[in-house]
Nanobody, 126 residues
Framework: QVQLVESGGGLVQPGGSLRLSCVIS????????LGWWRQAPGRQRELVAA???????TYADAVAGRFAISRDDAKNMVLLQMNDLKPDDTAVYYC????????????????????WGQGTQVTVSS
């Protein structure tokens, strides 16, 4: 059974930075398209960043230029560097694999696994 374990969240002031980490215990990790999703109170979970095994990163418009997704296949780990954080970035952040709907876009993407980890809370507030 797959396990997804996120960490690195916290409380940060607007303009600050955080680095999230996630370990996914799955086979063929290096072949998967990986993603970071987030869910704010009262809103649907959304994909904010994705990174394929070969293709470059893809970002939601709301985070492009501020967030950077990366991966360490040797450790089954996906990372999210978040800079210039804004109050609208406040959410619980989750990792999962990604089934893309449109190449080069996060729109319409679906999670690869039906199960989720516990997520990591990111709160941006002064």
């Amino acid at each position: 059974q797959v396990q997804l374990v996120e960490s690195g969240g916290g409380l940060v002031q607007p303009g600050g930075s955080l680095r999230l980490s996630c370990v996914i215990s799955m086979k063929a990790f290096s072949l998967a398209t990986l993603g970071w999703w987030r869910q704010a109170p009262g809103r649907q979970r959304e994909l904010v960043a994705a990174l394929g095994s070969v293709a470059g990163p893809t970002y939601a418009d709301a985070v492009a230029g501020r967030f950077a997704i990366s991966r360490d296949d040797a450790k089954n780990m996906v990372l999210l560097q978040m800079n210039d954080l804004k109050p609208d970035d406040t959410a619980v952040y989750y990792c999962n694999t990604v089934i893309t709907a449109r190449p080069g876009s996060v729109l319409g993407a679906q999670p690869g696994f039906t199960s989720w980890g516990q997520g990591t809370q990111v709160t941006v507030s002064s």
